[in-house]
């Protein structure tokens, strides 16, 4: 029971991350219809400047709010400079874009920052208690909280102000929006913007408690944050979050129960990646939108 | 309507094409200010192609003058913000987003403190909207939807209101409902419409004066005693 509960969290702290990055593939696809496969190279870049800041001496409070910044530039940039030019073709060759970003994103991290693991400064205090037996730290409860925090601010954003307005009309409606006089080039590069900055509150909170910085760390995630995304339905954020906790409970318990040295099931070892599938393949079977994915039904 | 009156749009020499096939050769025509034009025409006659020139949907040659000013080649937000607001065939509502959302969309260049006062002066005039301010507006009838779309452009406080054929689809009732509201909302704002037509019958009704297009020409013109005098356009448009 006590592992059980263990794992739980664990599972909860690991989710929470692959929502951040889900959140953030679910706010471009709403906006603009694409599905970004660099999402989470983009992630990895802010976190190597995340921990190029910390390297020359930057406290780490500073570090992650910078790194944010630094993505929501490079969001913006990209929509810019990449994006534009392929927006109106057809979804094959975005989705051929992104993954060439995808690439070139993860090569240029090597290429300037090596492959040898970093190791980024805690953010996350490395505390715990101890409750019936039950080892509780602090990190998977703080990146809860932080999670519920940038749901909370990403509602507000796009319920109750007037660029949120725009992002949705955009995302429904991109000539209607023209003839109403929303500039749909700016309002695509907000949603990237926004986006790139979630991504980067995603990396920095995966090496929150001194987890080692590599190329591949993203791309595992990526993987679990698609999931995640998928099974809460790509164009809702609660979809988002509940599908990365999934997720994230899904991987940790088939990790301790299926896979694991001591007392795992011998034959399974290979099975945590085919959790995350296994779950996709099984939502989608049952409710094509997802579990929280809206079909929009419209009279004409 | 005099024809003393300054022009709100001036069209001239008006050329546009969907990539190697031309749509449109070279119109020519205007809407005063406070006047309802119509312009009538079959299907494929060029009728759309004309709306998106106006509002820079499409890219075209000539020239579009708005209050005297050439909004030619500029984006359709700019042209928007200048104070064209565009109903699109098919009505272009915003169907995931609530009716009142819709409406605070069309205010989005606007920065005056009467956007609430809009709101409520548009859902006196179509009281349905206010019944379902806070449902998605996909989900509503073609009617409403159509209603909805012109209450939006009219929330943009425009200085021309192009209506790409806002009948179709409708029920002859809801039409009819829809143009008096038209023919009243000209009345009381003096707002300048561009209405494109295949419904001869009712916008003859509220238009002061119109056009007549075939295949990307304007073939006739006049008032709309003329147009309905007219052997051609009782023949083709009136079914007489």
């Known amino acids: ?166 992002l949705r009309a955009v995302s429904s409606n991109p000539d209607s929006s023209r003839l109403v006089g929303i500039s749909t080039g700016t309002m695509l590069m907000a949603g990237w913007a926004i986006a790139a900055a979630l991504g980067a509150l995603g990396g920095a909170a995966a090496v929150s408690g001194g987890e080692a910085l590599d190329a591949s760390l993203m791309q595992r995630l990526l993987v679990f944050a698609f999931a995640a995304a998928a099974i809460g339905g790509f164009d809702s954020p609660l979809g988002a979050v509940v599908g990365g906790i999934i997720v994230g409970v899904a991987n940790a318990m088939t990790t301790t129960y299926l896979a694991d040295a001591n007392n795992g099931v011998d034959w399974l070892k290979g099975i945590t990646l085919v959790v995350p599938f296994g779950l996709i393949a099984l939502v989608l079977l049952f409710r094509p939108t997802g579990l929280f994915g809206r079909r929009v039904v419209e009279r004409v | 309507m005099s024809l003393g009156a300054p022009s709100v749009l001036e069209v001239n020499d008006l050329r546009g094409s969907y990539g190697p096939v031309r749509v449109l050769h070279g119109l020519s025509f205007e809407v005063h200010a406070s006047e309802i034009v119509v312009i009538l025409g079959a299907n494929g006659s060029g009728k759309t192609s004309t709306l998106r020139a106006i509002s820079g949907m499409i890219s075209a040659s000539g020239s579009v003058k708005l209050g005297g000013e050439e909004i030619l080649g500029k984006r359709p937000e700019v042209i928007a913000r200048r104070g064209v607001a565009h109903v699109p065939q098919g009505r272009g509502t915003f169907a995931e987003l609530t009716v009142e959302e819709n409406l605070r969309a069309g205010a989005y260049t606007r920065k005056d403190p009467q956007i609430d006062t809009d709101i409520e002066r548009w859902y006196g005039v179509f009281p349905r909207l206010k019944e379902r301010r806070g449902q998605a507006a996909g989900s509503m009838s073609g009617g409403e939807q159509q209603m909805l779309a012109v209450s939006r452009a009219l929330m943009m406080s425009p200085r021309l209101l192009l209506l790409d054929e806002p009948s179709l689809g409708l029920a002859p009732l809801v039409t009819q409902e829809l143009f008096q509201r038209l023919g009243e909302l000209n009345r009381q704002t003096s707002i300048a419409m561009l209405v494109v037509e295949q419904n001869a019958n009712l916008t003859l009704k509220i238009a002061h004066r119109g056009y007549v297009l075939e295949a990307g020409e304007i073939v006739a013109s006049g008032s709309s005693a003329e147009l309905a005098e007219n052997d051609e356009v009782r023949r083709a448009y009136l079914g007489m």
């Open chain 1, 1 to 166: 029971m006590t592992l059980f509960v263990q794992q739980l969290l664990i599972g909860i702290g690991n989710g929470v991350i692959y929502a951040s990055v889900a959140l953030a593939l679910v706010l471009i696809y709403r906006t603009t219809g694409i599905l970004n496969f660099a999402q989470g190279e983009m992630a990895l870049v802010t976190t190597y400047v995340l921990w190029q800041l910390t390297d020359s001496g930057v406290p780490i409070g500073a570090a992650v709010p910078l790194a944010v910044v630094v993505g929501f530039v490079m969001g913006a940039l990209i929509e810019r400079v990449i994006v534009r030019r392929v927006e109106e073709s057809s979804a094959l060759t975005v989705v051929i874009v992104t993954i060439g970003m995808f690439l070139a994103a993860n090569s240029i991290a090597q290429f300037f920052f090596g492959s040898d693991s970093k190791i980024v400064p805690r953010s996350i205090p490395d505390k715990a208690t101890t409750i019936a037996d039950v080892k509780i730290t602090l990190q998977p409860i703080a990146l809860a909280g932080l999670l519920v925090l940038e749901c909370l601010v990403l509602w507000l954003l796009l319920q109750r102000t007037k660029l949120g307005l725009a």
